[in-house]
C-alpha cells in the first residue's frame, strides 16, 4: 500500500467452455499433469470446464484449446452470474453486525452473511487501509448465499477505532486545551493503551482471535491492499488456521520503521514507534498531514485514481471512509499505523514460510492498478509458478469492489477446487489442456450489471509463465496507456 488507500459446492453458479475442434483425434493432450497445476488429485479426460451446476455458459470458437493457450487469448465469452438483486429476482445474503471485545477498550467490528451454511466452507476477508468490513458488502451478500462469509474492520480503522481516548491530559494542560478535537494527544497513556500500537503484528494477532474464537475452524483468507500482506503473514504464522489465500492486489511493503524484535538495536535508534500518546512534533506534522488527507475532496481525488472504471459507484464508500475521517481518534491512529514498525516477518518471508508449510494462494490482481501493480502479482507468481494468478482488465487496485461479479466468480471456483481435493478444474482452466502451463489463458467474461451488459477481460497465467515477459508486458501496457493519454 501507498501512504492511504480508499481505504456446500452444489451452490456454484456454472461456467462450462465447450470448445470444438477437427483435431481432436490426434490431440494427445487429454489429461495434465495435475501436480503441475495446483493439487494432486483425480484426472479426469474432457473437455469442459465446468464449476457448478448452472447460469452461464460459453460456446468457444472451433479451434483447439492448446492453440488458444499458446497464444494467450480466445475470442470465447464466459458468462457468468450478476450479482443477487432487484434486477435478477435473486436474494441476496442478509448481512449481520456485530462487536466483540478483543482486549480491554480495543473492540472489534465484524459483519456475517451466510449463518444458515452450516456446512458450508468459512470465508474471512481483511480489508485495506483506510477502509473496513463494508468495502466487502458484495462479497459478504453474493458469497453469503452459499458460504459463511466475515469481514473484519482492523482495529484502529474503521468501525474498530478507540470508544475511549487512549491518553490522559494532566490538570495543568488541561486548562490549555478546549475543545480538542482529537484523542491520542494527551500527556500519558491510559494503561490499557500502553505500548499500544497499529502494526501488522497486531492486525496478525487480531486475525488469530477472530478465526479461533469468533469463527471456530479454519479458514479461507482473503485480502486487498493491506489486508493481502495480513492474510498471508497470519498464514505463515498459523498455517494449521487456513485453508487457503487470496491475495487481492496485496502490498509487498507495510511499514517504514525497523522491526524491534527482528532489529532491536536498530529500532532504539528512533525515539517513537507509533506508540501513545503522540509526541508534540508528531502532533503538529499529523494535524498538517490529516487535514489534508481526510478533506473530501482528496478521498474523492484518492477514489478516482485506484478505480479504474469510474462508472462504479462509489458513493457508499465514499460516504463510509468520510465517516471514520470523523472520528476524534481517527487522526492519532492514523500517525500510530504510518510511524508503526514493520512485520517480525517481511512479505517475502511470508511468502516463503506458506510455500513450506504448503499453503495455498491464488492471485487476483487489477491490471490497471496505480499503486501496487500487477508486476507484483507477477513476482509472487515466480516464486510460487504453481499458484493461479488472474489478472483483470480494466480494475484497479479494489477489483473486488469494482469487478465483484469477477472475484466473486473466481473465488466460488478456487474454493471448490480446493474442496474437491483438485478434483474440479480452475476457473478457465480446461482440464484436457496442459499446454496452458507455458503461456496463458484469455476470456472475455460477460456478466449483467444494473439491466446492462458489461465485459472485462480475464487472463489466467500458468505455472511456466516467465517472470520477464510479465515485466515486458506490464511495460508495454503502461507505453499504450501513456500513448493513448497524450494522443486524447
Known sequence: DLVMEVMAQNFLPQCSVVTWSSKSANNNRLVPNRPNILLSGARKPRLVIRNGNSDGYVVGENEDLGIIARRGDSKSKVLIPGLPGESNGEAAA?????????????????????????????????????????????????LGRDYRV?????????LSLPTEDP???????????TNEPFWGFGDAAEPWADQLV?????????????????????????????????????????????????????????????NPVRSPRLARLFPWSGTFPLPARVKKL????????????????????????????????????????QHPAAAASFASIMFAPGGQLTFSEALSRCKKNNVQICLMYGREDPWV??????????????????????????????????????????????????????????????????????????????????????????????FWRGVGDAFRASFVRAFRGKSA
Open 94 to 142: 442478509q448481512i449481520s453486525r456485530s462487536r466483540c471485545e478483543w482486549k480491554p477498550k480495543l473492540t472489534v467490528h465484524y459483519e456475517k452473511s451466510g449463518s444458515g451454511n452450516l456446512e458450508a466452507p468459512a470465508v474471512l476477508f481483511l480489508p485495506g487501509f483506510g477502509v473496513g468490513s463494508f468495502h466487502y458488502e458484495k462479497q459478504l451478500t453474493d
Open 373 to 466: 501493480g500487477p508486476i507484483w502479482g507477477k513476482k509472487i507468481k515466480r516464486e510460487m509458478p504453481n499458484a493461479p494468478y488472474y489478472e483483470i482488465s480494466p480494475a484497479g487496485h479494489c477489483p473486488h469492489d469494482e469487478v465483484p461479479e469477477v472475484v466473486n466468480y473466481l473465488m466460488r471456483g478456487w474454493i471448490k477446487h480446493l474442496e474437491s481435493g483438485g478434483f474440479e478444474a480452475l476457473p478457465l482452466l480446461d482440464d484436457g489442456e496442459d499446454d496452458w502451463e507455458q503461456s496463458s489463458i484469455a476470456r472475455e467474461i460477460e456478466f449483467p450489471r444494473e439491466g446492462w451488459k458489461k465485459a472485462v477481460k480475464l487472463w489466467l497465467y500458468g505455472s511456466k509463465y516467465s
Open 198 to 258: 497499529y502494526s501488522l503484528d497486531l492486525w496478525k494477532d487480531q486475525v488469530q482471535y477472530i478465526v479461533e474464537e469468533v469463527i471456530g475452524e479454519p479458514v479461507y483468507i482473503a485480502g486487498n491492499s493491506l489486508g493481502g500482506y495480513v492474510a498471508l503473514y497470519f498464514a505463515a504464522t498459523h498455517p494449521h488456521l487456513v485453508k487457503g489465500v487470496t491475495l487481492l492486489n496485496a502490498t509487498p511493503f507495510w511499514g517504514f520503521f525497523p
Open 167 to 177: 491518553t490522559t491530559i494532566s490538570q495543568e494542560t488541561g486548562a490549555l486545551k
Open 150 to 158: 466475515w469481514a473484519i474492520d482492523f482495529v484502529g480503522q474503521g
Open 286 to 325: 499529523t494535524e498538517l498531514v490529516w487535514q489534508k488527507i481526510s478533506d473530501p475532496e482528496s478521498i474523492a481525488e484518492i477514489l478516482k485514481q485506484v478505480y479504474k472504471d469510474h462508472s462504479t459507484n462509489v458513493d457508499k464508500v465514499f460516504s463510509r471512509i468520510v465517516e471514520i475521517t
